[in-house]
């Protein structure tokens, strides 16, 4: 079966730094993305990748390792309208799209 | 705002009710779908459609029935539906061939809640 593992929820203080794990098992892999959806709101693209590495976007970074079935988004600085769901979804071999259940992040005064 | 975007925000309905969700994208993407999203599980693809033209049907039960009349509108037509119907349906667009591997834009979701 194809499988996408995060936790389901994170707790984190404001100003501090925040990794959120994702690890995959599917039937090949095309790509990696990561979602972030604020409560009652439209899920929003924050990364792509399909390269072994780290991808810096301000803030936001994204890492992934094929080998491993494993990316991690890692976000620094963080302000409370960080407070969000994030969704990691895998491309597979015949392009399907695989979501993992999300991840609640709470950040904390 | 995304440029995708969905009416009602909030469905509350009977069983026995017929209602439609709406979906409309104003960036010019070739691609559309409905996904199911239910609290603490992944999002689940229910339906694509491509140029106009539905390319993928995940068994979907037959009291949910798509339309798209054109590339820029999708509904989403409901009747009889089930207690455990009840989640946030989520239309989205892309720019690309409805693969489902693309960007995808998504609207802010219909609440639906079925009594």
């Known amino acids: 079966g194809q499988n996408i593992d995060q936790p389901t929820e994170m707790t984190a203080t404001e100003g501090a730094i925040v990794q959120i794990n994702c690890t995959y098992q599917?039937?090949?892999?095309?790509?990696l993305f990561w979602y972030q959806q604020h409560a009652g709101e439209a899920p929003t693209f924050l990364s792509y990748?399909?390269l072994d590495g780290l991808e810096e976007k301000g803030r936001f970074s994204s890492f992934l390792s094929r080998s491993k079935g494993y990316s991690y988004l890692l976000l620094k600085e963080l302000q409370m309208k960080d407070s969000a769901s994030y969704l990691c979804?895998?491309?597979?071999?015949?392009?399907?799209?695989?979501w993992g259940a999300g991840t609640k992040l709470i950040i904390k005064p | 705002e995304t440029g995708v975007t969905q009416t009602p925000r909030h469905l509350v309905m009977g069983m026995t009710n017929k209602k439609s969700l709406k979906c409309e994208q104003h960036?010019?993407?070739?691609?559309m779908y409905w996904y199911k999203q239910s609290a603490k599980k992944p999002l689940e693809l229910m339906f694509v459609?491509?140029?106009?033209?539905?390319?993928e049907n995940n068994s979907v039960p037959s009291r949910f029935s798509p339309e798209c009349p054109n590339s820029s509108h999708l509904f989403l037509h409901l009747h009889t539906l089930q207690p455990e119907d009840s989640a946030l349906y989520l239309c989205?667009?892309?720019?690309?061939?409805?693969?489902?591997?693309?960007?995808?834009?998504f609207g802010s979701g219909t609440q639906l809640s079925v009594l």
């Open positions: 979804a895998v491309i597979t071999s015949n392009y399907q799209l695989i």
């Open positions: 599917t039937s090949g892999f095309n790509g």
């Open positions: 990748n399909v």
């Open positions: 989205a667009s892309s720019q690309g061939a409805g693969t489902g591997a693309e960007k995808l834009f």
């Open positions: 960036l010019g993407h070739n691609a």
């Open positions: 459609y491509n140029f106009k033209e539905q390319t």
